[in-house]
């Protein structure tokens, strides 16, 4: 279960996990109810899916992943911005050459933990992911 | 956040190993921090040798070829780089606009630089799109050189300015310098802040208008993380007397979006022989040039105005930058 995603960003996440394809129960449920966020989406999965942790992280730091077992949260984890990301965002920098050349990866690199901020590994435009 | 068409990755190793060598045979110069302190002594040093006796070098790049990839207009830096290699006893090939070559047809970069490197042992890249010459330095077999790409980055400037620095003061540390213009669009503004800032004790002044103050990202992550002393100020008569060195640059049309603040500001802050009064004996001033009016003619004569020696700087320390790249000393 991917629990505490900030309300509205569900059907992103949604679709970043290719979870629109799955032949596996998947619900995402959203605005539900949140005495820490006011509201919150809510992605439950009924399968063992390989999630990439660090393109969630940096979605958004906020997010929780529960593990559950028969019904029992086995395990929980919190999520870490990547060092690096290839082609999860893209360069706003009209400028950057990556506008131009197609064909290369859109490659961040972690410039600032504690803002959460990126830098496109091309040009060094800022690239922030919403604060922790 | 936008999504990528490609496919998504946040482990990909390879496009983030650049640098790091040892040696500077081989290596790429995109960024003036991709040298260590050490190598840059280095190209300093062999510049140093070059100067004292250019003859001793006419011949040690014979045999060699330097490509030069101009996608922009650039007088100076291209004739510099070529006047580099010829004194060298190398050769150059290469462009000086896209019209006239193989991008005009709508090549890749990669394509063009794995193509120029079967022909040529070194390549120097101009660009108008910030990281080009990363991308081409990701494909290229032989050494590739940033020779401007945008607003962001031109090294070799960096290193012309360091150069001419320590051989005029005769050392990086214990200085104050004055950076006077276009603070905001300035990309030899800031590579050179990010460069002196890895020196010992040194400090800046700069003056601007507001409108073209450093941005936020050199004042946090380099002048306020490497605590380094530093103020804002808007009048040159102001600060002049503090500095030991004073750079001026010019206020760029093509950086503004709008003509009218371009028509308004680019007066600003020219440096005359009254301003020039109230400098130090031994302070220097330098400029990238070209120049539009920011130094009047009348402080050329100066014994302080060191732009043009600024330039020949400039070609020595190219002259040294492709030997080391080479591998040829």
Known sequence: ?132 | MDECPSSASVVDEGIFLLGGEMTLKGRHLLDPSDFSLEELSEIFELADSIINDPASFSEKCKGKILATLFYEPSTRTRFSFEAAMLRLGGQVIGFSEPSSSSVAKGESIADTIRTIACYADIAVMRNPKEGAPRIASMYASIPVINAGDGGHQHPTQTLADLLTIRSVKHSLDNLTIGCCGDLKFGRTIHSLIKALGRYKNNAFVLVSPKELQVPEYILNEVLNKGQLPFKQVEKLEEVISELDILYMTRVQKERFFNEEDYIRLKDSYILDNEKMKHARPDMIVLHPLPRVNEIAYEVDDDPRAFYFQQAKFGMFVRMALILKLLGVE
Do not use: W
């Open chain 1, 1 to 132: 279960m991917i629990d505490h995603i900030k309300a509205g960003m569900g059907i992103k996440i949604f679709h970043n996990l290719n979870l629109d394809r799955a032949d596996y129960k998947v619900a995402l449920i959203m605005n539900v109810p949140s005495q820490k966020m006011g509201k919150k989406d809510i992605i439950k999965i009924e399968n063992e899916i390989d999630i990439d942790y660090a393109v969630l992280g940096l979605i958004d730091p906020n997010i929780t992943v529960n593990i559950i077992e028969e019904e029992k949260i086995t395990e929980k984890r919190n999520l870490q911005l990547p060092d690096r990301v290839v082609n999860i965002i893209t360069c706003k920098n009209p400028r950057c050459i990556t506008s131009v050349e197609k064909y290369v990866d859109h490659a961040f690199y972690l410039s600032n933990i504690s803002k959460g901020e990126y830098r496109c590994l091309y040009c060094d435009e800022v690239y922030a992911v919403q604060e922790k």
